[in-house]
């Protein structure tokens, strides 16, 4: 069976990143990804969007 | 692979087979159950099926066989992967209401150990690493994935072939990434920030001009004595003490009624108290100036009016009326002119009756005299009515007469006549009347010649002319025998009318008893008119000198009247009720009085100039100390607000584009993670594409395919070109190709990226539709080197195709499945 391939694409997708530490983030979206689909990440970084507001 | 199915949809009884690694070509007509043992095999694996489009799926559970009878659909699945391991999958499902809803339990044993529920489907997941849609996409070679391949639209079939590559989750990662929302925010950020530090710069400006304005009525302060460092609320109450004394002084003297006015208590009291002192002092002065006019005004009427007095009482002297007896003697004048008029109209009333009577009179005598004339006229044609009846006795007496003589002469002619007849039939000799004898002959004769002679008739009609011309004369003297009567009558009419136009003379008071005819009632009127005439006459005369003296009093009455007014207009401004040379005494002093009032208050307005101006200067002081608080305000409150708001936005401002610089990055990342993932596979892909596309009898011109991809808006689309052998020239494959060659080119890109799948089988389901013989031998010959070295399932209903697949059996040793035809036992091998 191969390797998880959310794992392959992150670990592609970090080689290329400008900033590394944006790969925490990138790794928290995979996850959602994996977990609830493409409208899970939209609604992740809404929530993050909201957070900075309200702050 | 082992299968074992039952109840699962076209399959009712339990169908068995074995799949070890030669093909396995199953054969039916269409509706034996082929799809539905390849669906099979899906939904054993995922529990669901990629493509159930149809609404109806909610409403009917289309899993379950109708007619199994348990009403349990079970598929039992043994797979093995590539260290060798053994993995049994069963999956059961009781009939529900619907497809959609409902459980699918499962158990999955690997090397011995069991799983079952959601530790199985994690297992599977994680084992599988597919989604049904990329097993769908990858594995199963359908209809519905062909047409997503090639007539889609451009997203779809991007999105398929990054199945097919395992390139989906990447592209779902960066078309999730919500950037632009992101930039939007920052924006919004970077808004509210612009905005707080134009805020802070409109404060900051507005600032400077405070001061500047402060600084400026500090000076205006230290010209009127006020140091600027003094100036306060104790300051601008004791100017206020001096202003509000002198404009209660002066409303006293202006008799002007003010509002009282507080001593300010607070700066917001102090702002108010310079515009209501303001509204006071304008009002005392509208009063002071209306009062200066009106003492101007009288002193130029005292004048006018002394002049006025002075010429009243000269033109009274000249004029000699005694003012009491103007009205008694207006009086006896207006009686006078009425019973003048009275008598006026008497005569002209008399005068319009005698006028009438004469002229009745003067008619009737011209009657009378016509009337005398027909009299005489008839007269002397038929003489007198005596006469007149004496004739007409004598004309009927002979019209009697000439009617008896007819009578005799009518009796004659008949006897004639009949004694003719008589001796025209007889030939006696005696008379038949007197029975003498006679000669018939001779008498018959003697009747003849009568007869012919018409003696009787002749003297008839001059008889009867007679009797006419006696009639008319009789008509003729009747007629005038009635006129006579008529104007008889007539004349004894006017005899009556006569005497009625002497009563009514008397009536008038004339005495005409002497008259006795038109002449003389003519006469009298005419000589009684003359007499009135004269009358009205000398009355016209009277009536003219006492209008005359009338108009001469009005004239010195209306004179009378305004030198009254004029005496009452003096008296009212003297303040006196004395008269002629007594008023004329008193104006002068008078005049002289008002002068002085007049001095006085325009005295006052010098008083009303200094007010206002302390009014201005306690202006000048509030605004001064307003301008001052207007600082602190903006010192204390207002900047070091924005400069929080500025400083509260400030690392939201940060933390947003640091999250927008972040998805960005892992946007960018991505999408050049996707360049290179793309890039490695279909670097080799294009070779294994025309592999396949040169033996399935491509396109005669266009005989290459590339997969070409495009960036749009920010994304990966994949274009499928086809090009000439010589590259020269190039198409995309949507836009000119048959349905049968796009078919072919899909079935090319599928083999070629299948072959890659780690699934270890393909599925094809009717593989050949609107696909030619030659297309359909070139398809068997490709799956039969495909299946030489992966396991495949090829389902068709296409006799043709199966002729060609049983063609390479040999080769490939594959194992054929012939189906039955569908019955409600299920799906059977024959």
């Not at chain 2, 304005?213 to 205006?220: F, I, M, N, S, T």
């Not at chain 2, 009358?535 to 004239?555: D, T, V």
């Not at chain 2, 305004?562 to 303040?575: C, N, S």
Request: hydrophobic letters at 35%; a neutral charge; glycine letters at 6%.
């Amino acid at each position: 069976m191969p390797r998880d391939a959310y794992e392959q694409i992150t670990d592609e997708i970090e080689k290329r990143l400008a900033r590394k530490k944006h790969a925490n983030l990138l790794r928290v979206l995979v996850q959602v990804l994996k977990e609830d689909g493409t409208e899970g990440v939209k609604k992740e970084i809404k929530a993050r969007v909201a957070e900075i507001k309200e702050e | 692979m082992e299968i074992n199915v039952e109840g699962f949809r076209g399959i009712n009884e339990p169908f068995r087979r074995k799949i070890e690694g030669d093909p396995v070509f199953l054969f039916g007509d269409n509706g034996a159950g082929k799809t539905s043992l390849l669906q099979a095999i899906e939904w054993c694996m995922f529990g669901r099926f990629a493509y159930l489009p149809a609404e109806e799926y909610k409403y009917e559970d289309a899993i379950v066989n109708s007619f199994h009878h348990a009403g349990t659909a079970k598929v039992e699945l043994t797979l093995k992967d590539d260290r060798g391991r053994t993995l049994k999958l069963v999956r059961t499902r009781k009939k529900g209401k619907s497809t959609t809803a409902g459980k699918n339990p499962v158990t999955l044993t690997l090397d011995g150990k069991e799983l079952a529920g959601s530790d199985a489907e994690e297992e599977l997941t994680r084992l599988f690493e597919l989604t049904p849609e990329e097993y769908y996409a990858r594995t199963h070679l359908h209809q519905e994935a062909v047409r997503d391949l090639l007539y889609g639209e451009v997203a779809d079939r991007s999105a398929m072939i990054d199945k097919m590559l395992g390139l989906f989750r990447l592209r779902e990662l960066i078309e999730s990434l919500p950037i632009l929302t992101v930039d939007r925010e920052v924006k919004d950020i970077e808004g509210d920030m612009e905005d707080a530090n134009e805020e802070k710069r409109t404060y900051e400006r507005t600032l400077e001009h405070i001061k500047k304005d402060l600084q400026a009525l500090g000076e205006d302060l230290k010209k009127e004595g006020v140091p600027p460092e003094k100036a306060d609320l104790v300051i601008f109450g004791q100017r206020f003490t001096t202003a509000h004394q002198a404009l209660r002084e002066l409303a006293q003297l202006t008799e002007c009624k003010i509002r009282e006015i507080d001593a300010p208590k607070t700066t917001e009291d102090a702002k108010r108290t310079p515009d209501t002192m303001g509204k006071e002092l304008t009002k005392i002065e509208d009063k002071r100036t209306e009062a200066y006019g009106k003492m101007k005004t009288d002193l130029a009427e005292l004048t006018r009016l002394r002049d006025e007095y002075r010429n009243g009482l000269e033109e009274q002297d000249k004029l000699k009326v005694d003012p009491s007896r103007l009205t008694d003697e207006k009086a006896t004048v207006v009686a006078k002119l009425a019973e003048l008029g009275k008598k006026e109209k008497g005569l002209k009333n008399l005068n319009a009756e005698l006028n009438a009577e004469v002229r009745i009179a003067a008619r009737r005598r011209e009657e009378k005299k016509d009337i005398e004339s027909r009299l005489q006229e008839i007269k002397g044609k038929h003489g007198d009515k005596k006469a007149i009846q004496s004739t007409t006795k004598e004309i009927e007496d002979n019209i009697n007469k000439t009617n008896q003589s007819i009578d005799q002469m009518g009796l004659s002619s008949k006897l004639v006549s009949l004694g003719a007849q008589y001796f025209q039939t007889s030939d006696k000799d005696t008379c038949p009347i007197c029975e003498a004898s006679v000669s018939p002959t001779s008498v018959r004769a003697s009747l003849e010649k009568r007869l012919k002679e018409q003696k009787e008739a002749k003297a008839i009609e001059e008889l009867r002319a007679q009797l006419t011309k006696g009639e008319e004369q009789i008509r003729t003297l009747k007629a005038a025998d009635r006129t006579l009567d008529e104007l008889a009558a007539k004349l004894e009419g006017y005899a009556k009318e006569l005497n009625d136009s002497k009563k009514k003379l008397t009536a008038l008071g004339l005495d005409a008893s002497h008259v006795t005819d038109e002449q003389q009632l003519e006469s009298f009127i005419r000589l009684q008119e003359h007499a009135s005439e004269e009358q009205q006459s000398k009355l016209g005369e009277e009536i003219h000198e006492a209008e005359r003296r009338k108009i001469e009093l009005e004239s010195i009455e209306r004179k009378l009247s305004v030198f009254l007014d004029v005496e009452r207009k003096l008296q009212q401004l003297t303040g006196s009720h004395s008269k002629v040379q007594e008023l004329l005494t008193r104006i002068e002093p008078r005049k002289k009085e008002l002068e002085d009032n007049a001095n006085r208050m325009a005295e006052l307005g010098q008083k009303a100039t200094a007010i206002r101006e302390a009014i201005a200067l306690m202006k000048s002081i509030i605004g001064f100390l307003t301008k001052k608080d207007e600082i602190e305000k903006m010192e204390k409150i207002m900047l070091p607000g924005i400069l929080k708001k500025i400083g509260a936005l400030e690392p939201k401002l940060k933390k947003m584009q640091d999250l927008g610089t972040a998805i960005g990055d892992i946007h960018r990342a991505s999408i050049s993670t996707q360049e290179k993932l793309m890039g490695a596979t279909l670097g080799t892909l294009h070779k294994d594409i025309n592999k396949m596309y040169s033996r399935l009898v491509p396109h005669p011109h266009f005989g290459k395919l590339e997969l070409v991809p495009q960036e749009v808006r920010g994304k990966y689309v994949y274009r499928i070109l086809a090009k000439s052998k010589d590259g020269k020239d190039q198409t995309y494959v949507q836009t000119r190709f048959s349905l049968a060659q796009m078919n072919i080119a899909a079935i090319a890109l599928f083999l070629a990226i299948a072959r890659r799948v780690p699934m270890g089988f393909l599925v094809f389901d009717d593989p050949s539709q609107s696909l030619d013989l030659a297309h359909k031998k070139g398809l068997a010959d490709v799956l039969s080197e495909v299946g030489a070295g992966q396991q495949i399932l090829v389902a068709t209903q296409d006799e043709e195709l199966q002729k060609e697949l049983r063609r390479t059996k040999q080769r490939t040793k594959a194992q054929i499945v012939q189906l039955e035809s569908w019955t409600t036992s299920g799906t059977k091998a024959k």
